[in-house]
Nanobody
Framework: QVPLAESGGGLVQAGDSLRLSCAASGRTFSMTAMAWFRQASGKEREFVASISRWPISNTYADSVKGRFTISRDNAKMTVYLQMNSLNPEDTAVYYC??????????????WGQGTQVTVSS
């Protein structure tokens, strides 16, 4: 298993930045692709970004491309989501997930509990 715990969410203003972290426990972290999803109130969970095991490749949703950056530190068993130029449409609960390198939430087996990001205008 790959238990996951997100942190770093909060309330910010439009244009601000936040960095989310997702700490994993489990010796298979380095062998697993990681992803971030988000779910806004009343909406379905949507893909944000993913990062493969090795060689590293990143995939982003069009809505965050150029503003968000996903990265991972295998030694710390942590994946990050740097979010810049935030806007109110980015308000959601953000989840990290471990599994295959996919844009589909149903493909991921392990999920964190989520962290709330709220962007005020």
């Amino acid at each position: 298993q790959v238990p996951l715990a997100e942190s770093g969410g909060g309330l910010v203003q439009a244009g601000d930045s936040l960095r989310l972290s997702c700490a994993a426990s489990g010796r298979t972290f380095s062998m697993t692709a990681m992803a971030w999803f988000r779910q806004a109130s009343g909406k379905e969970r949507e893909f944000v970004a993913s990062i493969s095991r090795w060689p590293i490749s990143n995939t982003y949703a069009d809505s965050v491309k150029g503003r968000f950056t996903i990265s991972r530190d295998n030694a710390k068993m942590t994946v990050y989501l740097q979010m810049n130029s935030l806007n109110p449409e980015d308000t959601a609960v953000y989840y990290c997930a471990a599994g295959p390198n996919s844009r589909r939430s149903e493909d991921y087996n392990y999920w964190g509990q989520g962290t709330q990001v709220t962007v005020s205008s």
